[in-house]
């Protein structure tokens, strides 16, 4: 089984800055794209930013210039660098990724629960 683990949200002022990790855990053969989303109340959950296994990187334009996503393929965890928050960023942010997984090497796509993000005043 595998488990992705968000952390590091929390309650922000506008301007500030958070960083967010996701730590996979299991019975991983290998990790492919990661993925973060993010669903603010009311509204969809959509897409903020990805990242191949190879480092390659896409931004919603909502967080272009703001958020920076990397990973640690040794360790498994992904990261999100948030800076000049808004208040439009409070949300509830998941990682995704696509792992396959022993025995059998079956890919999947995985969810963690999400960590909150708050920006106010």
């Known amino acids: 089984q595998v488990q992705l683990v968000e952390s590091g949200g929390g309650l922000v002022q506008p301007g500030g800055s958070l960083r967010l990790s996701c730590a996979a855990s299991g019975s991983i053969f290998s990790i492919y794209a990661m993925a973060w989303y993010r669903q603010a109340p009311g509204k969809q959950r959509e897409l903020v930013t990805t990242i191949t296994s190879g480092g390659s990187t896409n931004y919603a334009d909502s967080v272009k210039g703001r958020f920076t996503i990397s990973r640690d393929n040794a360790k498994n965890t992904l990261y999100l660098q948030m800076n000049s928050l808004k208040p439009e960023d409070t949300a509830v942010y998941h990682c995704?990724?696509?792992?396959?997984?022993?025995?059998?090497?079956?890919?999947?796509?995985?969810w963690g629960r999400g960590t909150q993000v708050t920006v106010s005043s």
């Open positions: 995704n990724a696509d792992i396959t997984v022993l025995p059998g090497f079956q890919r999947g796509n995985y």
